[in-house]
Structure formats: structure tokens, C-alpha cells
Nanobody
Framework: QVQLVESGGGLVQPGGSLRLSCAAS????????MGWYRRAPGEERELVAT??????TNYADSVKGRFTVSRDNAKNVYLQMNSLNPEDTAVYYC???????????WGQGTQVTVSS
């Protein structure tokens, strides 16, 4: 089992920045992909950004150039969000997937609200 705990969400004005953090614990494989997804009200959950244990990244087109995903080891992942706009308002979920596995683990989610 893997547990994921997110932090760093909140209310921010348009154009502002936030940094999300996620800490994984439990049966962590060093070869894995961690990342961030989000679900806006009335919408499906969508990819935001992922990063592999070797440092390869993948971003949704809507966040390229504004968001940066990073990690400092096999267990911690971060999302730096700049130039936020109201369309970024959503619950953001941390994800973990071990290499070779199809199952995803999810955090409980952290709310990000962009509003003036």
C-alpha cells in the first residue's frame, strides 16, 4: 500500500502563484511515476503534469510554460504553479504509479481556488 498526502492548496488571485507538495509513504518502489491531476467542478479528472523517477516530465498543454513539476527523491513531488487563472480552479490530486504496474494510488486532494 502507498499513502499520499498533499499540501499547499488555497485561495490565490489571478496571476498569482502556489506550490503544491506531495509526500508518499508505504511500499514505495524507487522506479515510479508521480504527478498531479485535477478535477474542476462538473468536469472529469485530467492530467496536469507527471514526472518519472528518472526525471522525464509530461505536461498538459493548458499548463505548459506556467506550471513546473519536480521531485527530490522517490517519495516527494512538487508542483509550482505560476500565472494562475480562474480556469485552474480545481481539486488537485497527487498520483503514484510504480513502473510496470497499471494501478494508480491517489491522494485525498487539495483545493486550489483562483479568484479575485
Amino acid at each position: 500500500q502507498v499513502q499520499l498526502v498533499e499540501s499547499g492548496g488555497g485561495l490565490v488571485q489571478p496571476g498569482g502563484s502556489l506550490r503544491l507538495s506531495c509526500a508518499a509513504s508505504g511500499s514505495i518502489f524507487s522506479a515510479n511515476t508521480m504527478g498531479w491531476y485535477r478535477r474542476a467542478p462538473g468536469e472529469e479528472r485530467e492530467l496536469v503534469a507527471t514526472i518519472t523517477s528518472s526525471g522525464m516530465t509530461n505536461y498538459a498543454d493548458s499548463v505548459k510554460g506556467r506550471f513546473t513539476v519536480s521531485r527530490d527523491n522517490a517519495k516527494n513531488v512538487y508542483l509550482q504553479m505560476n500565472s494562475l487563472n480562474p480556469e485552474d480552479t480545481a481539486v488537485y490530486y497527487c498520483s503514484y504509479q510504480a513502473v510496470g504496474e497499471t494501478y494508480y494510488y491517489w491522494g485525498q486532494g487539495t483545493q486550489v481556488t483562483v479568484s479575485s
